[in-house]
């Protein structure tokens, strides 16, 4: 089946314009992370929607950041005003179960950069 | 709070055997392992869950001490395939942020 699709694969952009990544997680999944990777980095964890729970949105790193997920599928993380630290590769994830109770499922992310 | 991994870099040979390991400060309900290559995303390796549930591949396999909020990767007879940076991911016991936080990697490279 399907996996976990990520659009677009790559966004250049100028700073201060907005940008949004699009995920569609695999069917049925209940659960979706998005993580952010700068380049040699590890996986920086941003925010996490499971049903109709609230999302944790604990890791977003500042309010120029947001996610929303319609109809419990596709998700779009929107960044506002870019900045060049915003540059990185954007990892959606999905997940059949929440809590951590099932294995994530990575798409192949999107690579932000911003000039 | 992302979990603590150790040793940051392995060289082995290939053949040898390597042990990767994974802390937390807080409670832990479930500890996750993935793979990543370069260029390519984490692929799934293991779940242990409190309570002892194990889930994951037959060739790869791990502990998880409760007590001690410890995991630990076992890679026996390495291969040149198990080249890569390995990530542990944590989620806490205890409610609150469900999030799956990752440590900062472990990068395995096995030489001929």
């Known amino acids: 089946g399907a996996g976990v699709s990520q659009s677009p694969s790559n966004k250049v952009t100028e700073k201060g314009k907005d940008v949004e990544l699009r995920c569609d997680p695999i069917s049925g999944h209940t659960a979706l992370y998005w993580y952010r990777q700068s380049l040699g980095q590890g996986l920086e964890f941003l925010i996490y929607?499971?049903?109709?729970?609230?999302?944790?949105k604990s890791g977003l790193p500042s309010d120029r950041f947001s996610a929303e997920r319609t109809g419990g599928s596709v998700s779009t993380l929107t960044i506002q005003r870019t900045q060049q630290e915003d540059s990185a590769v954007y990892l959606c994830?999905?997940?059949?179960?929440?809590?951590?109770?099932?294995?994530?499922?990575f798409g192949n992310g999107t690579r932000l950069t911003v000039t | 709070q992302q979990p603590v991994q150790s040793p940051q870099a392995v060289i082995l040979r290939e053949g040898e055997d390597a042990v990767i390991n994974c802390s937390s400060s807080?409670?832990?309900?479930?500890v996750h392992w993935y793979r990543q290559k370069h260029g390519e995303a984490p692929v799934f390796l293991m779940i242990?869950?409190?309570?002892?549930e194990q889930k994951g591949h037959e060739k790869i396999s791990a502990s998880f001490n409760e007590k001690k909020q410890q995991s630990s990767l076992y890679l026996t007879a390495s291969q040149l395939s198990y080249s890569g940076t390995y990530f542990c991911?944590?989620?806490?016991?205890?409610?609150?942020?469900?999030?799956?936080?990752f440590g900062k990697g472990t990068h395995l490279i096995i030489q001929p």
């Open positions: 929607f499971q049903g109709n729970s609230a999302p944790d």
């Open positions: 994830a999905s997940s059949s179960a929440g809590h951590g109770g099932s294995p994530l499922h």
């Open positions: 242990l869950l409190k309570g002892g």
């Open positions: 991911g944590t989620v806490y016991s205890g409610g609150g942020a469900d999030g799956l936080t």
């Open positions: 807080k409670a832990l309900y479930s």
